[in-house]
DNA sequence: CTGTTAGCGCTTTCAC
DNA sequence: GTGAAAGCGCTAACAG
């Protein structure tokens, strides 16, 4: 006859486990089990091993959430980025998760869409949520920091990475966008290229006004008169947009009497799109017009013509941007050494920029 | 004259108001405010609006562990998948982060890197994390689903996407690869191409062999004989290793006496990597050898040649796994009625398949 | 060395 | 209509 044996109907957490079973188990205290786990001294070698045993053998695991709720810390860390599905972004959310996982934290990742409205609820989730910290590239749509700031005043640590703003005062980590823009138009200029056009976004990030500085400090370096018709600025926020924008742009440029012989574009998106055109639209490149631009693409090399371009570390700024988040968290910094960190770019010559043939 | 009131030193919790607090500024109790929050039906009318309207001005915002802690769920799922820094992967990442936030659910991002090992330590650390559910693409090198299938037994939802596996009972959400490496296969067939190769990867995974199995399927129905030398398989756990063999791979094929015309690849880098190689190697596609493959870059356009491709629907198939997820969490299935999604693949034609020129 | 107890913030009976 | 109290799983101060 079979003693049925009444089935304790579990509630819906997933965890199994917990201290009050090993104890009851093993006829011990909550408390001398969690110092058991915890290598607590006070605890005899003997009934330690016990303990550790029947936690394995029963792949006990400390419960995140009452272990979290009790110590006020989640061991989790925020991301807000603009969109996941983004070459760049991947790479340094790759950077950001390698970093966090050696120092046993969880990423929760967020996507602000480039909208500011969308950006400040993310960031209200995140800190509802209870992350230790917040890790975030803003929205190209922000202008308004004050909840985050008031965040950071309220205990939160922030640090900023990729594209970054003066107005909150924290770590910050991001490319050398100015030695990049000044390196890639340098690049055109040694080529023989003279009336160099440049493609930006239409933001006051420093990551826009960086590069667009240094395109103007290597013309006037070279003594070559900086055109602000040569300038011009696309919208960021929605894809359809940019790809008007620049598509306009293109028409504008070559339809220009002094019409450029090589464009300098800001950013992954505006580098690969404009490529793009230029081969619909029938220019050749680099023959027409040549073409150099940030942009992280593996696929440089495969397209037509192979794209030089300026690259980036996101890799490496995840990582560093994730260590700074980690190291504010645990304190181990005091607030007035907070510091920007702008990790060196990479020029890339490809065909797009061979010499002009004069 | 100052009074000075006692500075309560918070705990490094980031939250600061909390029930309690509202409690105490207004005078009621502690349930009384949850129950108003809430929208109890037993809370006056009045009583609520003033707590509203406190915990608005205050901010006030759930403590996230301890409603869990509390209801034994996190309003979290894990997500694992090989790596970040992947096109398909990115967009797939997308679509569950679209459709968990609209269920309030966030999302804990994990990488396995293709390594057996490094998954298994994923899904321990989100389970133990305390998810809800978890949505898992598996590492090309696991073999081995047992500890995923014992949590799953546990009472763990799991719900598998893009790569699915047959040892696991649960839904499963894909793209429909034997149609897609079918339809690839006819196109090449049918603008002329004979000796379509096919370059795939060295795993069981039914992604692989459906592809393989459709790319048969199209040959046989074409009369054409399959023939097992042109079928190569690449190590992908590496990016490395996987360029080498690549380099092996059309080493071999360009050297056998009867050499492919075209070739027929099934993944993203495999595809990507293949023209770039190519390229470089000094054939011309599609005139010395064809190329079509599975890969969703948008930059499909600006290569050279313009890469005809199979696309997938990442993002669709993310949304899809998360919704399917989701029920599964909230209970609206029966396990009985596992399904498994196959979302349909597209064709896009670009000169990579030109016509061939008999 | 081990156990008791209080409490993290929240929800949920059950009294009043 | 409102409040008191228990308890989710864990840690830590304090007793024994």
């Known amino acids: 006859m079979q003693i049925s044996v009444p089935i304790q109907k579990k509630k819906s957490m997933n965890h199994s486990v917990t201290l009050r079973d090993i104890a009851k188990a093993l006829n011990l205290s909550i408390s001398t089990i969690s110092k058991a786990l915890n290598d607590s001294h006070e605890i005899g070698i003997e009934t330690k091993q016990k303990i550790l045993a029947y936690a394995k053998?029963?792949?006990?695991?400390?419960?995140?959430?009452?272990?979290?709720?009790?110590?006020?810390?989640?061991?989790?860390?925020?991301?807000?980025?603009?969109?996941?599905?983004?070459?760049?972004?991947?790479q340094m959310l790759d950077g950001i998760h390698q970093v966090s996982t050696e120092h046993a934290y969880q990423i929760i990742i967020m996507q602000s869409k480039e909208s500011e409205?969308?950006?400040?609820?993310?960031?209200?989730?995140?800190?509802?949520?209870?992350?230790?910290?917040?890790?975030?590239?803003?929205?190209?749509?922000?202008?308004?920091?004050?909840y985050l700031?008031?965040?950071?005043?309220?205990?939160?640590?922030?640090?900023?990475?990729?594209?970054?703003?003066?107005?909150?005062?924290?770590?910050?980590?991001?490319?050398?966008?100015?030695?990049?823009?000044?390196?890639?138009?340098?690049h055109l200029i040694s080529n023989g290229y003279r009336n160099i056009a440049?493609?930006?976004?239409?933001?006051?990030?420093?990551?826009?006004?960086?590069?667009?500085?240094?395109?103007?400090?290597?013309?006037?370096?070279?003594?070559?008169?900086?055109?602000?018709?040569?300038?011009?600025?696309?919208?960021y926020t929605d894809a359809h947009k940019l790809n008007e924008d620049l598509e306009q742009a293109i028409g504008y440029y070559m339809g220009l009497p002094d019409k450029p012989d090589a464009i300098f574009t800001a950013t992954d998106q505006i580098s690969t799109r404009c490529l793009v055109l230029l081969n619909k639209l029938g220019y050749r490149v680099p023959v027409d017009v040549a073409l150099i631009g940030f942009t992280n693409t593996e696929l440089?090399?495969?397209?037509?013509?192979?794209l030089s371009t300026v690259h980036q570390p996101a890799f490496e700024i995840g990582q560093l941007a994730a260590?700074?988040?980690i190291s504010l968290i645990e304190g181990k910094?005091?607030?007035?050494?907070?510091?920007?960190?702008?990790?060196?770019?990479?020029?890339?010559?490809?065909?797009?920029?061979?010499?002009?043939?004069?």
């Open 333 to 358: 910094f005091n607030a007035e050494d907070y510091e920007t960190v702008m990790l060196p770019t990479q020029i890339k010559v490809r065909s797009s920029t061979l010499p002009r043939n004069t």
């Open 57 to 90: 053998e029963h792949h006990y695991s400390p419960n995140r959430m009452a272990k979290g709720l009790k110590e006020g810390k989640s061991r989790s860390i925020g991301v807000v980025v603009c969109s996941l599905d983004n070459n760049v972004i991947a």
């Open 323 to 325: 260590e700074k988040l």
């Open 149 to 186: 700031i008031s965040l950071q005043a309220a205990g939160l640590p922030v640090v900023l990475f990729d594209r970054l703003i003066d107005q909150i005062d924290t770590h910050k980590v991001g490319a050398d966008n100015f030695k990049g823009a000044y390196d890639a138009t340098m």
């Open 300 to 306: 440089a090399d495969a397209m037509n013509p192979a």
């Open 117 to 146: 409205k969308l950006e400040t609820a993310c960031i209200e989730l995140l800190y509802a949520g209870g992350v230790d910290g917040i890790l975030i590239s803003p929205a190209y749509e922000t202008k308004n920091f004050s």
């Open 198 to 235: 440049h493609l930006n976004t239409n933001t006051i990030f420093s990551i826009a006004t960086d590069r667009l500085n240094g395109y103007k400090h290597a013309l006037a370096e070279s003594g070559i008169s900086y055109r602000p018709e040569l300038l011009r600025s696309c919208n």
